[in-house]
């Protein structure tokens, strides 16, 4: 059992990719000799060469255009996104040519590629370093779209979304790249869509994913100081989402908060919401509350204290819950 | 999941470290602009005449030289400002031009007052030119705002990070000023300058620019400072042509200019832009300089680049060739020198106070002009977050 950060978990899960298939290549901005400006594709470039870890030229589209390109001839890219807000010149590739080929062509031509996009705030950065735009992804039929939250998902996600056969736009948190956790190279880890329950608790239902759920647990610790047992879902999945375990944890709970970054307008929380309220109508006893990022641009980051939601922000929606 | 096997892909054990042969290449590549480079005043200070540009700085006399050279002092020093305010916990981050000041200053100053500049986010010494106060830049950096200056009024856009947008931004505003009339050979003719790097080169959005603006016959200053470097990627990771060559291809003039030579940089934009008020736009101007610091504060060249390219460089420097200019050619005296070094400190202290005392944004900051007419979904979130705020006060 290694302990290891989530930027190394995903070096070593990309690593272990490439060595198991010849056609896994990893491509984007400054990935090759500069290791990717978080390090998270540090010396892959070194070991596998520059014709399977490539240093592209700076345009996103241009990356995602060709990654579809080798994929239709049988490669399997993962490209990089250097930071959420740069992800928009690729996104027309992105939604109509990676999300469609396969149900254009009726599966004759599959696209294994994983579009890696490290997103949220809490840096400290300047203008699109920080945004959240999952759900531009997730309201896209034919895309698969992850989050991952620690180290030890972070080190399986990454191998099992290369190893899918439809494109997977996979997001890291990129103000938990420094978080540590023990990563277990041996076990068999859950498959990649499915969510996870992290903590068991019957007071309320919480469920977040990506940066929020150190959040989440760190809202569960304080409620169980005062005697409130929380129980945490990570999504993990937010295309297709995994609510099974959501469903049944409201149904004994008959309380649910939401909590994630992005604004709460159309988005991935707001599709949590409604679905629970569909299945466990009769089983809850106060309305989905969200705990979101606001319906704003990314503010200057001195304001990004208050835009993202904290651990105030989740105990207040969660008293709020209780009380209703 | 099935995938031909046969392929095999070629491995070179360590290309972290570069080759003596890339080394070489490196140093041609930044060593030399080629033949077809604008050059007035040399690395070692001579002027040299060019029969094509010289009448484009045929008014700079001994005043307009010494101001460049206080322009470049002063924008050199409140960068180097910046770095170290960054380092002591002051901006989030900072972005220096250094190396870059006579590509800006010599392009900026060579702008009227009707024209328009297009930044990205290195531009402080246009900015400077452009009459933006440096301490208008800092907000950006610290992290209370996304620039201050009023674009319209300054006639100098807001920062673009999100790389090679601007350009078709600023060549829609070109249009603008065609569609108005603003082309021809009128004093009130404007034009509009476009700044981006060579990495932005590879962007659909550049590329989109070149096109309109030639359909369009904009009267748009493509500049492109090429400092041989985006991030950690060299230009050759871009294009195997000379960047200014391309704009061949889209049917309108390219040229190269030392970017390092603030006299051949201001008699080329004027030539440039006068191209464009009298309707020959666009045109693509290479400033072939070099980035002589990170790429950001948060930038390690180090795992890149060689120390030696560097070196190289700085025997180019854009401020040294002028000091030396102005003294052999010119007699200028140390008291000059001294003069301007004590304002550049003045402005650097200035500069640093200002930050310091930034204060925060108010809490309902982030709500402030997401929309021109109101939101009730975001009064309601406003109204929201303020009641919550204000429950925590007093605490
Ligand atoms: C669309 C987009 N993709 C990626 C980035 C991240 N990024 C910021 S600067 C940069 C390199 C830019 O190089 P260049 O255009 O040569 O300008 P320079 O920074 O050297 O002035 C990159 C990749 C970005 N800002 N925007």
């Not at chain 1, 809490?122 to 920080?130: D, K, L, N, Q, T």
């Not at chain 1, 997730?138 to 698969?144: E, F, N, R, S």
């Not at chain 1, 290369?162 to 494109?167: E, F, G, L, R």
């Not at chain 2, 934009?269 to 009298?278: D, K």
Request: glycine fraction near 8%; proline fraction near 6%.
């Amino acid at each position: 059992m290694a302990v290891l950060t989530m930027a190394k978990a995903i070096n070593d899960g990309l690593r272990a990719a490439m060595e198991r298939d010849p056609k896994v290549l990893v491509m984007g901005e400054d990935v090759g000799k500069l290791g990717g400006v978080f390090r998270v594709t540090d010396g892959l470039q070194k070991d596998f060469g520059e014709q399977r870890v490539l240093d592209t030229p700076l345009a996103e589209s241009g990356i995602i255009g060709t990654a579809v390109g080798l994929a239709i001839r049988g490669f399997r890219p993962v490209c990089e996104i250097q930071f959420d807000g740069f992800v928009f010149p690729g996104y027309d590739q992105i939604v109509s040519q990676l999300a469609k080929l396969h149900f254009r062509s009726q599966g004759k031509v599959p696209m294994p590629v994983v579009v890696r996009i490290p997103f949220g705030g809490g840096i400290g950065a300047v203008e699109h370093h920080s945004e959240s735009p999952e759900a531009l992804f997730a309201h896209v039929a034919g895309l698969k779209v992850v989050a991952c939250s620690n180290a030890d998902d972070a080190y399986w996600m990454i191998q099992q979304a290369i190893a899918s056969d439809d494109p997977v736009i996979f997001f890291e948190p990129k103000r938990r790249y420094w978080d540590k956790a023990e990563v277990d190279v041996s076990a068999t880890p859950p498959p990649l869509h499915t969510s996870r329950l992290v903590r068991p608790g019957s007071a309320l239902t919480l469920v977040g994913y990506g940066p929020v759920l150190k959040t989440c647990l760190e809202a569960a610790t304080a409620a169980a100081a005062d005697g409130t047992e929380l129980e945490v879902i990570d999504l993990r999945t937010l295309s297709p989402l995994d609510l099974d375990p959501v469903f049944d944890s409201v149904r004994r709970t008959g309380r649910l908060v939401v909590v994630a970054e992005a604004p709460s307008e159309v988005s991935v929380a707001a599709e949590v919401a409604a679905r629970v309220q569909e299945q466990c109508f009769h089983s809850l006893e106060a309305p989905v509350l969200r705990v979101t990022g606001f319906d704003t641009p990314y503010p200057p980051s001195k304001c990004e204290e208050d835009f993202l939601p904290d651990l105030d922000r989740v105990l207040d929606a969660v008293d709020r819950s209780l009380g209703w | 999941m099935s995938v031909p096997q046969s392929w095999t892909p070629v491995t070179s054990a360590d290309t972290a470290v570069p080759t003596h042969d890339q080394v070489v290449a490196g140093l041609k590549a930044t060593d030399e602009g080629g033949a077809d480079l604008v050059q007035l005043l040399t690395p070692e200070g001579e002027r040299v005449t060019d029969p094509r540009f010289d009448r484009y700085a045929a008014d700079i006399d001994l005043d307009t030289l010494k101001n460049l050279y206080r322009d470049m002092v002063l924008v050199r020093r409140f960068d180097r400002e910046g770095n170290a305010l960054q380092r002591q916990g002051q901006l989030g981050i900072w972005v220096p031009l250094l190396g870059q000041e006579a590509a800006q200053v010599g392009s900026g100053r060579a702008l009227a007052p009707q024209d328009m500049a297009f930044p990205s986010y290195r531009e402080h010494g246009v900015a400077w030119t452009r009459g933006v106060d440096p301490t208008d830049l800092l907000g950006i950096f610290r992290g209370t705002d996304h620039g201050t200056w009023d674009p319209i009024e300054k006639r100098f856009h807001l920062y673009t990070i999100v790389i090679g947008n601007q350009c078709l931004n600023a060549t829609g505003y070109a249009m603008g000023q065609k569609f108005e009339g603003k082309v021809g050979d009128g004093s009130d003719a404007e034009a509009t300058i476009c700044y981006f790097g060579d990495g932005a080169t590879s962007q659909g959005d550049v590329h989109e620019g070149f096109v309109w603006a030639a359909v369009y016959d904009a009267p748009v200053v493509f500049y492109c400072q090429n400092n041989q470097w985006a991030i950690s990627e060299p230009t050759e990771r871009q294009t195997r042509v000379p960047l200014y060559k391309r704009a061949q291809g889209y049917g309108f003039p390219g040229i190269r200019v030392d970017g390092n030579d603030v006299l051949a940089c201001l008699a080329v934009t004027r030539w440039a832009l006068e191209e464009c008020r009298t309707g020959n736009g666009p045109v693509l101007v290479e400033a072939f300089t070099y980035r002589m610091d990170a790429h950001t504060t948060s930038d390690d060249p180090t795992r890149y680049r060689l120390a030696d390219e560097l070196e190289l460089w700085k025997l180019k420097d854009p401020i040294e060739r002028v000091r030396v200019n102005l003294v052999r050619e010119h007699g200028v005296e140390q008291g000059f020198f001294d003069g301007i070094q004590a304002e550049a400190d003045e402005l650097a202290a200035r500069f640093r106070q200002f930050c310091v005392d930034m204060p925060p944004p108010a809490p309902d900051r982030m709500f402030s002009k997401v929309y021109a007419e109101p939101s009730p979904t975001l009064e309601a979130q406003r109204e929201a977050f303020l009641a919550y705020h204000a429950s925590f006060e007093g605490a």
